[in-house]
Nanobody, 122 residues
């Protein structure tokens, strides 16, 4: 499974961005998907996850109420809508896929994209 992220960029605090992650495999609908991020000098951290059935989503406390994860299985794409962005959201954002249930632990994901940079200026 190849994952390709897009949609990152530079935005002012309070602004919005929508990240996309396109998958290469038609079995994508059976994969749980997650978004993670890594800020300079910090560990990779969980942002959001969505189960294959779309019924289950999970968010880090730091983004709850501001970010929304969604997926379009027909287009084999997962999205991360980011609103009310803060400078502390600045990081490289990665999407990841795993068979089975969604998880907040990055070590449980088998497939990763190359990442897309999000920079939020104050």
């Amino acid at each position: 499974v190849q994952l390709v992220e897009s949609g990152g960029g530079l935005v002012q605090a309070g602004g919005s961005l929508r990240l996309s992650c396109s998958a290469s495999r038609r079995t994508f609908p059976t994969f749980a998907m997650g978004w993670f991020r890594r800020a300079p000098g910090k560990e990779r951290e969980f942002v959001a996850a969505i189960s294959w059935s779309v019924a289950g989503t999970a968010y880090a406390d730091s983004v709850k109420g501001r970010f929304t994860i969604s997926r379009d299985n027909a287009k084999i794409t997962v999205f991360l809508q980011m609103n009310s962005l803060k400078p502390e959201d600045t990081a490289v954002y990665y999407c990841a896929a795993r068979g089975g249930y969604s998880d907040t632990d990055p070590s449980r994901y088998n497939y990763w994209g190359q990442g897309t940079q999000v920079t939020v200026s104050s």
